[in-house]
């Protein structure tokens, strides 16, 4: 078991390495300048000047790679080019936003794709079946930001049910210090977290479905429907582990997607993540915090995948004995 | 009878108990005249809050409110001279010389730590806005004013290197007043990343007390301020990820204001909804144009193939339906500029002589100059060239692509082929920095005077900085200095910048396709509301919230 997780840390952080140096090298090829300003007009010359001069970004890349790595290293990100702060400290307030928002839908999406999968295979062929199959294909088919729209337009700005965006009433509640500060923000995060959630939510029921009639097929199921078990517990308690490890292998999969959707997501949402921050380094050209935002992307992808490795382990003892 | 199981009769209740506390605001006891509380909904986001060394408009927006420049613009946004301009740190002031100005300045004044402005500040903020390494952006905007001495602890001396008209405005516009006492220190490398400059202590009606990133600024009021006690009690910019969002979270009821409605639709949404919202039209300060690049692309010492005639650039712009453009795009919220010049400029004149829109003249003087259809295959040629250029603009503006198709529209009909070059923003600064264009679509954000926007865009000292089309000319330069440096009246001045505006728009370096008419909405209980078109928050210390209109959001305590 030790060996293995050896190995896995260290293809992990080989893994990291690599998008870290891809990415600093696409966004210093990249066509572009850092000379622009958030308001969208260009800064004068001599302050572009100053600012290439004291982000060394006239030096060869090679340079400046091997100087970006040695600060990494050091546990040093940078400081951001566009925002003139500590590229850790301007992580380190958008990253808790981003990952209560993808891991509220995370267990959206796996509680409500369990749930539907479950149900539609219970009824196979049936109405329930056929129509909730064919809704889950229709929202498994948006993209995630024209979902956001539609219940930004919907929910929000025509049924007033939800607030436009935001992460909290900014009168009301601007410190999460109390109950209904909590409800405020859990009213909040509803809409992105639906939007990111459903979409997902769509693809496990698929999923769940499949693995659980592939399962009910099978000879051990037989046998406890033949003890006279009730059909529910057949499927809840005896079926359904089996019909898990599947979805161990999506939650693997997911991970990535809904850090990846959440950037349109923070963006239609105007909730202030990860995912924003990076749109609007990338726009500005800001290397430090693109290159930060690859990498703690990278490294939540990989600790996701371990954590489904992991979780294989627990759910099949089979694969904790291979493992090591 | 259908009955809820224990289990889901709790969740059920749950939920609504948490929909019912999630819905209840906490009523507060603010009662009177200084409870107001007002969210602005906006585009952007400040990067520093030290005014030295960031000029993005909410920067300005935010730190108007914490700072204070000696004196400021009054309604009128006279420039020239001192006249109708209104004292802020600066209690008097008095002209020693033709080139020496006294201020005296406010003994009330106080830093938010309880320390006395002084003198000292002043010439110290004189000393950061003018060091190379700090390289502020409004470092040349000084280039006039030669020194800033103390004479005593309230009395400050600047001496000019020249007489003009604008030296009281140069004097007092750029700069807002630093602490010393708390800036002092900071290496003049890392001012821009200086901890200071998230969390400011200030001498204006309003104290910092929160930036949270990408989310909110939270300023409160200084209700000690020696120049009255804002009625305000808070001031909160929202921020959004661009304009458009900030307008729907305003008609939404989740900001109480925004400083420009951006399209003629948002106009129409919040401005339908009269009960709870307000509109204010101003001037605005930025005018865009698709400028013609008369170097070669990449090589500023060869004429441009196409655009270096001056014949030929003329026979474009009277291709071209200004009026037809802007209403398509604006409505009524810009005009049609008659020049490089917002309408904030005071030399704004619809007197001004400018080329036609004459399609007829256009196609005859392309004929005469050899360009016409021998193919047969709708666009002209000449040696085997067709007449065809590249237009760059940037994917970020969506009034310049929309622009940028309608004019590839009209040239087409005039039989000339030209191809967008739509880039995001990084990539075309990128580009018309190093003249890698054909033509581009570009706006410019104009201080109140003409007298630097006009020579930095449009004349010789902008090569290499914001002329990047590289148009020059002598006799239109010599009157743009003349009309600079005219100390005699304004109505002259303003005679000798028409006539050198004429100059250029005979020579066609560029179309001037709309100059900005802005419309503010702000909630319906805000009384007072004045909007000085330059900076349009710079006066809401002025704004208030009768007792009778205050909300329970206003009231609240926290």
């Known amino acids: 078991m030790a060996a293995w997780l050896v190995r896995r840390l260290a293809a992990s952080i080989a893994i990291v390495w690599a998008v870290v140096t891809l990415t600093f090298v696409i966004v210093h090829l990249a066509h572009g300048s850092p000379c622009g300003q958030g308001d969208g007009r260009p800064v004068s010359p001599e302050t572009c000047a100053a600012l290439i001069r004291r982000f060394a970004l006239d030096r060869p890349i090679g340079t400046q790679y091997v100087k970006y790595l040695g600060a990494l290293l050091r546990g040093d990100l940078g400081e951001s080019l566009a925002l003139h702060r500590p590229v850790a400290d301007a992580l380190a307030e958008a990253l808790p936003n981003t990952l209560t928002l993808a891991l509220t839908a995370l267990i959206l999406d796996f509680a409500l794709g369990v749930a539907l999968g479950i149900y539609q295979a219970a009824r196979e062929r049936r109405f329930g079946d056929i129509a909730l199959g064919n809704a889950a294909l229709f929202v498994n088919s948006m993209p995630t930001f024209w979902l956001g729209l539609v219940l930004l337009l919907l929910l929000a700005q025509w049924l007033r049910l939800f607030p436009v965006g935001g992460l909290r009433d900014l009168v009301l509640c601007p410190r999460l210090d109390s109950l209904p500060c909590l409800a405020d923000f859990a009213w909040h995060l509803t809409l992105p977290a639906l939007t990111l959630g459903l979409v997902g939510a769509a693809g496990t029921a698929r999923y769940q479905r499949a693995a659980l009639l592939e399962v009910v097929r099978q000879d051990f199921v037989r046998t406890a429907r033949a003890k006279g078990l009730p059909e529910r517990r057949v499927l809840l308690v005896h079926a359904l582990r089996n019909a898990l490890l599947p979805l161990i292998t999506l939650f693997g999969l997911t991970f990535p997607f809904l850090l990846t959707g959440a950037v349109l997501v923070e963006t239609v949402f105007a909730w202030p993540g990860m995912g924003r921050l990076a749109v609007t380094a990338i726009l500005q050209r800001d290397y430090p915090v693109v290159t930060a935002a690859a990498l703690i992307a990278s490294v939540m992808v990989v600790l996701g995948n371990l954590l489904a490795d992991a979780l294989y382990g627990v759910a099949d003892p089979r694969i904790r004995v291979r493992a090591t | 009878m259908p009955t809820m199981r224990p289990t889901r009769r709790l969740t059920a209740a749950a939920l609504a108990g948490l929909l019912l506390v999630a819905g209840c605001a906490r009523k507060g006891g603010c009662t009177g005249d200084y409870c107001g509380t007002l969210v602005i909904a906006t585009g952007g986001e400040p990067d520093v809050l030290l005014p030295a060394v960031s000029d993005r408009a909410i920067t300005r927006d935010v730190t108007d409110q914490l700072f204070l420049k000696l004196a400021d613009l009054g309604l009128s946004g006279n420039t020239v001279g001192d006249e109708d301009f209104q004292p802020l740190l600066a209690e008097r002031w008095e002209w020693d010389t033709p080139t020496t100005l006294v201020f005296h300045l406010d003994p009330r004044a106080r830093w938010e730590d309880g320390r006395a402005v002084t003198a000292a500040d002043v010439a110290f903020t004189y000393d950061i806005y003018t060091d190379s390494l700090v390289s502020s952006p409004f470092r040349s905007a000084l280039r006039h004013i030669a020194a800033v001495t103390t004479r005593d602890s309230l009395t400050v001396v600047f001496r000019f290197r020249q007489r003009y008209p604008e030296m009281f405005f140069d004097a007092v516009y750029h700069m807002r007043i630093l602490p010393s006492h708390l800036l002092r220190e900071v290496p003049r490398s890392q001012w821009r990343s200086a901890a200071f400059g998230r969390a400011p202590v200030g001498d204006g009606p309003y104290r910092f007390v929160a930036w949270r990133a990408g989310e909110s600024l939270e300023l409160s009021a200084d209700s000690t301020f020696f120049l009255g006690r804002p009625h305000l009690r808070r001031l909160i910019w929202r921020f959004t990820p661009d304009q458009q969002v900030a307008v729907t979270q305003l008609i939404a009821g989740d900001a109480d204001a925004v400083e420009v409605l951006v399209t003629p639709d948002n106009v129409q949404r919040a401005c339908a909804d009269a009960a709870r919202l307000s509109c204010y039209p101003y001037k605005g300060s930025a005018y865009g144009y698709l400028g013609f690049n008369l170097a070669a692309p990449g090589d500023s010492t060869k004429p441009h193939p196409l655009f270096g005639d001056r014949e030929l650039r003329r026979a474009l712009f009277m291709t071209v339906d200004r009026g037809a453009l802007l209403h398509n795009v604006f409505g009524d919220l810009a005009k049609v500029p008659p020049g490089p010049m917002s309408q904030l400029y005071w030399i704004w004149d619809p007197e001004t002589r400018e080329l036609p829109h004459d399609s007829a003249r256009a196609a005859r003087t392309l004929t005469r100059l050899g360009w016409t259809d021998s193919d047969g295959d709708g666009i ?179």
């Open chain 2, 380 to 558: 002209r040629d000449r040696d085997a060239h067709p007449l065809a250029f590249r237009l760059l603009v940037p994917t970020t503006s969506a009034v310049r692509r929309q622009y940028a198709r309608l004019l590839q529209e009209q040239f087409r009909t005039m039989g000339i082929d030209v191809q967008l070059d739509e880039v995001d923003f990084s990539v075309f600064n990128e580009r018309v920095r190093g003249g890698r264009f054909d033509a581009l679509i570009n706006t410019w954000n104009t201080d109140p005077t003409p007298s630097s926007g006009i020579s930095q865009s449009w004349t010789r000292a902008g090569f290499g900085r914001s002329n990047y089309g590289r148009y020059e000319n002598p006799a239109f330069e010599r009157l743009v200095d003349r009309a600079v440096a005219s100390v005699a009246s304004r109505a002259e001045a303003k005679r000798t910048w028409r006539a050198a505006i004429e100059i250029l728009n005979q020579d066609a370096p560029a179309i001037f396709l709309f100059a900005t008419e802005n419309v503010a909405a702000v909630h319906k209980r805000v009384a007072d509301v004045r909007i000085r078109p330059d900076a349009w928050s710079a006066l809401v210390r002025t704004w208030r919230i009768p007792a009778d209109r205050l909300t329970d959001r206003d009231r609240v305590e926290r």
